[in-house]
């Protein structure tokens, strides 16, 4: 009935509309990215991407038909498009390498050179980085002031360096 209206040309029936769908939609799209194994903040941007479809194609819905299944083939597509664009990257919650990087008393001069190895085969930005914070000890803020960088800057490269340092340790441990 709104999306009748709307298409009418009754504006506040549209935005009612679009505001009753969003957080339908929202759900739906952190469904859609958990299950495929990215992270739910990227759902905001689907729902974005979902309601402008909507908006440049409502045009296109059959007026006779339900509109469920039109709603849901856009907003479906949009999240595979989300999940196409992420492609195989590999999220890892910082979190989870916290009791790694705190253990610093065994070894150290072994786990220094170790650790010295396989931070050269990160690239210069994301070894910086690394090192800096999990090495060092400096938080985000000091880290992206003594490298010149910006504190999103920063937190990507860290969990790029700590991802890429799981993978290559999942290697070696297999």
């Known amino acids: 009935m709104l999306m009748r209206a709307g298409n009418a040309g009754d504006a506040g029936s ?3 509309l ?3 769908l969003t957080p339908v939609l929202r759900a739906a799209a952190r469904r859609g990215l958990f299950r495929a194994g990215m992270a739910e903040t990227d759902a ?3 729902v974005q991407e979902t309601l402008l479809a909507i908006h440049l194609k409502r045009q296109t819905w059959n007026e006779e038909a339900p509109i469920g299944p039109w709603l849901w083939a856009i907003a479906r597509h949009k ?3 989300a999940l196409r664009r992420r492609g195989r990257r590999i999220d890892l919650p910082i979190d989870d390498f916290v009791e790694i990087l705190e253990h610093g008393d065994t070894e ?3 786990i220094v050179a170790d650790v010295d190895r396989h931070l050269e085969g ?3 930005g994301q070894r910086n980085v690394v090192r800096a914070i999990a090495i060092d000890g400096a938080s985000i803020d000091e880290a992206a002031a003594r490298l010149s960088m910006t504190k999103g800057a920063v937190r990507v490269a860290l969990h790029r360096g700590l991802a890429s ?3 290559k340790f999942r290697r070696t441990d297999a």
């Open 14 to 16: 549209y935005r009612q």
């Open 18 to 20: 679009l505001r009753e």
């Open 44 to 46: 905001e941007d689907v």
């Open 79 to 81: 999240v595979i498009d």
């Open 108 to 110: 150290p001069n072994l």
């Open 122 to 124: 990160l690239p210069v």
């Open 165 to 167: 340092l799981a993978v």
